[in-house]
């Protein structure tokens, strides 16, 4: 009986701890770890970041989605990192280069000239869905309810929503937050307060 206790002394707090941890993976947030090269500057390969499965997404939010189900090449569980652009609802564009939500122009300070013009080009909703063969929900040329446009912020190398199309919200598992141990301050607020300065002064 005393070693029974003794045994329980140590499977209880071990199987609570481990009950804990669970629910903080499901329902709070998880460590992920960046593959690629999609979100240079602000995120590096191999980088871990946080992602908070309860925080609210902005345009600008930096988020986590399962991409199974949304890019035509990925036929297993695989998680993307892309920053949020268009919200349901939202019109998108591109001209030479700048963004446009709602017909106001998108501030792009968090990634370079080159990125802004050659890598982002010119586009609409409508001429990409044509280009690349994924439908607009009844000829509409807005992002769909429930549903999110997303961009890498890498945008000559990223593969993201002009060619595959729109991110359902049962996908998203998170928004992503730099932790302490990122000490490049610019490439933090670029992904922790991005979308606080989300459209330009102009």
């Excluded at 970041?49 to 189900?69: E, P, W």
């Excluded at 949020?84 to 998108?92: A, E, Q, S």
Aim: charged share 20%; with cysteine.
């Amino acid at each position: 009986m005393k070693a029974f206790k003794e045994l329980m002394s140590w499977i209880v707090p071990i199987a609570i701890g481990l009950l804990l941890a669970l629910l903080i993976k499901q329902f709070a947030f998880q460590f992920v770890r960046v593959d690629g090269p999609s979100m240079q500057p602000n995120l590096q390969n191999n980088e871990r970041v946080v992602c908070l499965k309860q925080a609210k997404i902005h345009r600008g939010s930096v988020v986590v989605f399962d991409a199974n189900g949304v890019d035509p090449q990925v036929s297993v569980k695989t998680e993307y990192v892309k920053r949020v652009i268009g919200l349901p609802g939202d019109t998108v564009e591109a001209k030479n280069g700048n963004l446009y939500v709602n017909g106001k122009k998108v501030d792009q300070s968090y990634i370079s000239k080159s990125e802004r013009s050659s890598g982002t080009g010119t586009w609409t909703l409508h001429s990409i869905s044509q280009e690349n063969s994924w439908v607009l929900h009844n000829g509409d040329y807005k992002v769909p309810k429930g549903e999110y446009f997303v961009l890498g912020d890498h945008r000559s190398v990223s593969n993201d929503s002009r060619y595959w199309g729109f991110v359902p919200k049962s996908k998203i598992v998170g928004v992503v937050k730099v932790g302490f141990w990122n000490r490049t301050q610019p490439a933090k607020n670029n992904i922790n307060q991005q979308w606080k300065h989300f459209f330009a002064d102009n």
